[in-house]
């Protein structure tokens, strides 16, 4: 049986670690940070949303379709809840914009796991932390998210708590989650590409 799957890829927030930048649209390596995650993701759902509350027009470029927080400032899961609410499919795949080590995988485990399971969320844990933001939703976490934000909650561990969200281990896989935070971070990231054009180019050179 087949199974309609969304994704998103969450670009709303304030980035104050940041300094204010609009971290989904900081370009590494001349792409912006977004198009990352959403290139790996995209091929891998029906249909891939952005999830963005400022610069609009500047997301909609890439060709994916943009939704806007119906509420702003409630943090990711008011993103989530947004595309929750349009989407038809049963289920949605969430990215945060900020992940561009990120490799494909754990989304076959996670789904495995959501769907033998009565849960409406399941979430990665890579064997270190717990990533919040690498998750799968089922359409039916729509109301009980609607209560948890209704009620002033916007935490997304507490929203996870509630619904007892399924944990999934996926371990030795930390690198692949490293999440650009901070400009340092981001400067990080640019030396690791720059790492791995250098050692592509050596590789190169030998055959
Ligand atoms: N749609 C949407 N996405 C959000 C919102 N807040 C954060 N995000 C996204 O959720 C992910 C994790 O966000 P954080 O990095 O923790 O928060 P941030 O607001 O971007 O950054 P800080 O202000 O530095 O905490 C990122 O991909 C953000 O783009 C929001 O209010 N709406």
Redesign the pocket.
């Known amino acids: 049986m087949q199974i309609d799957i969304d994704g998103v890829i969450?670009?709303?927030?304030?980035?104050?670690?940041?300094g204010g930048k609009e971290?989904?649209l900081l370009l590494l390596k001349g792409k912006p940070l977004f198009v990352y995650a959403a290139e790996k993701l995209a091929p891998r759902v029906k249909t891939l949303w952005i999830?963005?509350?400022r610069f609009l027009d500047e997301y909609a470029k890439y060709g994916w379709p943009v939704i806007k927080?119906c509420v702003?400032?409630?943090?990711?899961l008011?993103?989530i809840y947004s595309v929750l609410l349009q989407i038809q499919s049963p289920l949605l795949f969430v990215l945060?914009?900020?992940c561009p080590f990120f490799e494909v995988g754990w989304e076959k485990v996670i789904l495995e796991k959501l769907l033998s399971s009565s849960a409406s969320v399941a979430y990665i844990s890579d064997g270190q932390k717990e990533q919040f933001?690498f998750a799968l939703f089922k359409k039916s976490a729509l109301s009980p998210l609607e209560e948890y934000l209704l009620s002033g909650q916007r935490q997304v561990e507490g929203f996870y708590r509630k619904v007892a969200a399924l944990n999934v281990n996926w371990a030795d896989a930390s690198q692949r989650f490293f999440n650009i935070?901070t400009l340092e971070a981001f400067e990080e990231a640019n030396k690791m590409f720059d790492w791995m054009d250098k050692k592509l180019s050596e590789c190169k050179n030998k055959l």
């Open positions: 969450l670009c709303g927030g304030q980035g104050k670690r940041m971290k989904g999830s963005a509350n927080d702003e400032k409630l943090g990711p008011g993103g945060p914009c900020d933001l935070n």
